[in-house]
């Protein structure tokens, strides 16, 4: 089956841009660099309305893509047209995948403290030996001076940033200089599921784009503000920009 081109469409005042995994990759890999990719899940989207920061991060990275079927479901009600189905999680073990066959130098900053040796041993499992791997806890502060040079040091061909929103973000923005790697991804929880510390939802929830619930009911505590009441505010935002009360 022939791939659709990737096209691009507005959501809350972010660029995103849709189609078919593989045809995402090319697109990111004809990116001049540095390049940057980002996520747009509903929560982040929303989230952009209000914070400034957040909403220039997104709108200055190469390249933002719709992650879940809260964005996957916007983008097609204000746009139209087919919209592949596109995950976070698959998405960047794509990303991660294509760096390892390329022998790129990797950096990971964001991994819980207990999480660490769990990701070194998977990144070893992948063919990343020691020398061309750097991994580094996400629990300091934003202008954590060691981290940065740590990394600057290490001079990686790509970071993977998985701190969290609004965090990682917010570090991103601090040290968006570009001096710390020509690629950056910013990941969500990507770290914890690559090592195992956190199970993925069955793939019978995953097919029917509720790896949503299978999370809140993880952590009911954490997240029951994000889709309890994120979800319907969501849609709700929808329908008004739809109906054209507020400004897409």
């Known amino acids: 089956m022939a791939q659709t081109i990737p096209r691009k469409g ?45 909403r220039s991060v997104l709108s200055a990275c190469s390249l933002t893509y719709p992650d879940g079927i809260g964005a996957r479901f916007a983008f097609r009600l204000m746009h139209g047209g087919p919209v592949a189905r596109i995950n976070a999680t698959d998405m960047n073990h794509r990303l991660l995948q294509r760096c390892i066959a390329q022998g790129h130098r990797i950096a990971m900053i964001g991994a819980l403290p207990g999480t660490i040796n769990r990701l070194r041993m998977t990144m070893h499992r992948l063919g990343v030996p020691d020398n061309r791997l750097l991994i580094r806890h996400g629990y300091g502060e934003i202008d954590d001076s060691d981290t940065v040079e740590l990394i600057r040091r290490f001079a990686p061909d790509v970071l993977f940033i998985g701190m969290g929103t609004p965090k990682q973000f917010e570090w991103y923005a601090a040290h968006a200089d570009f001096a710390l790697a020509p690629r950056v991804v910013l990941t969500g929880g990507f770290f914890e599921i690559l090592s195992g510390t956190k199970p993925r939802a069955p793939l019978w929830m995953q097919y029917l784009g509720l790896e949503w619930l299978h999370r809140l009911m993880l952590e009911p505590g954490r997240l029951w503000r994000r889709y309890i009441l994120g979800i319907p505010q969501f849609l709700l935002l929808l329908v008004a920009m739809k109906l054209g009360i507020i400004k897409r």
């Open 10 to 54: 507005a959501l809350f005042g972010i660029d995103l841009l849709v189609g078919e995994y593989d045809a995402m990759l090319s697109a990111i890999d004809n990116e001049p660099l540095p390049v940057s990719v980002a996520y747009g899940h509903f929560d982040v989207l929303m989230r952009c309305r209000k914070d400034a920061l957040l």
